[in-house]
């Protein structure tokens, strides 16, 4: 019931920000929350940042607090994230998500997936 693109993955300098867009394609008003995630090259795919789509609460666990923040635009149907002062870390497929089911916010079980983004950062 839902479709999700990911969009502005490439490769960045050490030093650079990146910021990372998301289209959703879904029934009007169905979407509770919206997520960023990551898989690095060898790692599982951890969670990096929550928004409600509703009232733009935000959850950011360790990975994500204080690094990385996530916006959205309901006019738009889009969520974002930004990321500031970017390291070789960073390198990573990024996944959009969202989720037509009441959850917590912290849930890391989402409905719907994008495709995922490359993002590289050289060391």
């Known amino acids: 019931q839902a479709q999700l693109v990911e969009y502005g993955g490439g490769l960045v300098q050490a030093g650079g920000s990146l910021r990372l867009s998301c289209t959703i394609s879904?029934?009007?008003?169905?979407?509770?929350?919206t997520a960023w995630f990551r898989q690095a090259p060898g790692k599982e795919r951890d969670l990096v940042a929550v928004i409600d789509w509703r009232f733009a609460n935000t959850y950011y666990p360790d990975l994500g607090k204080g690094r990385f923040t996530i916006s959205r635009d309901n006019a738009k149907n889009m969520v974002y994230l930004q990321k500031d002062m970017l390291t070789p870390e960073d390198t990573a497929v990024y996944y959009c998500a969202a989720d037509d089911v009441l959850r917590d916010i912290s849930s890391t079980t989402f409905a719907y997936w994008g495709q995922g983004t490359q993002v590289s950062v050289p060391s």
């Open positions: 879904a029934r009007p008003y169905s979407i509770y929350r």
